[in-house]
């Protein structure tokens, strides 16, 4: 009796601390260091999905990260149901696209959100799986910056098809060459950094094409309040300052980031 009582205790997975101990930068593997002004924080490599997801519960150097993305997903996950009915019971006279259009990108972002909360949590579990989420989440980023140039093409230049087909197989096109640059193998780590960065913002600024063509065909009073122009630049403005952030790697890069655990971004 003792002995087996002594061999279940042996057995027993002890792999999910429930205060697991935090390293410093110096401490973990190459392919796990990510910013040198993020001294302390980390997670420890566990292999274990079970570790990683457990972490949830816990303060770490990625729970921002994480409840960052994961929350709002859960809020569009919640919304979004009661979104398409709104639609549908508002517009239901409406074509199926111009309905679809409508609900496009809250989808989009909803799945963007949903990979990021995969990267942020699983990052930690070795380099073979923290790779492959890292793709996921670029692969994300660029769905997202695909689907509110869709709608808003389709938006802005309604009724238009000529402009629609341009601006849509511009932007296609431009997803394509990113997808190259993002997602190569051989463009990983931190060492083309730039480039990934430089993909995101130049695929982003392409948007300033259709809004300048769309101003010169209706008008600025027209494209700036009933087309939508205004948004495009709100949501300009808030793509640099996401690309910004990241690229100077502010504020962590002040020196308030080397104790701190909650200024570690994502997109690296």
């Known amino acids: 009796m003792s002995l087996s009582y002594n061999l279940e205790l042996r057995n027993f997975p002890d792999d999910v601390d429930d205060t697991p101990r935090l390293y410093t930068l110096s401490e973990l593997p190459k392919w796990y260091q990510d910013s040198p002004h993020i001294q302390t924080g980390y997670r420890p490599v566990s292999n274990s999905y079970q570790s990683c997801v457990h972490s949830l519960s816990y303060l770490h150097n990625e729970t921002v990260n994480i409840y960052t993305h994961f929350l709002p997903a859960v809020m569009l996950a919640l919304a979004l149901p009661t979104l398409q ?41 070795s380099a073979p799986v923290s790779s492959s989420c890292l793709l996921l989440d670029y692969t994300g980023i660029l769905v997202l910056i695909l689907a509110s140039f869709v709608s808003g093409i ?10 629609q087909q341009l601006y849509w197989s511009m932007i296609v096109a ?24 430089t993909a995101f913002i130049l695929t982003a600024l392409s948007g300033f094409a259709p809004v300048v063509n769309g101003v010169m065909l209706f008008g600025w009073s027209q494209a700036f ?26 504020p962590e890069r002040r020196g308030c980031g080397r104790r701190s655990m909650l200024l570690k971004r994502g997109w690296d």
């Open 225 to 250: 309040h009933e087309k939508g122009v205004k948004w495009w630049f709100a949501e300009g403005v808030w793509y640099g300052l996401g690309a910004t952030f990241f690229s100077t790697r502010w």
């Open 174 to 197: 431009l997803i394509a060459v990113s997808c190259l640059l993002v997602l190569h193998p051989r463009l990983q780590g931190p060492k083309y950094r730039a480039h990934r960065t």
């Open 154 to 163: 389709y938006a802005g230049f309604y009724n238009h098809p000529f402009h």
């Open 85 to 125: 009915l709104q639609i549908s019971r508002i517009y239901h006279d409406a074509p199926w696209m111009d309905r679809f259009m409508l609900t496009l990108t809250p989808m989009a972002a909803l799945f963007t959100l949903s990979l990021s909360t995969t990267y942020h949590t699983l990052m930690n579990h």
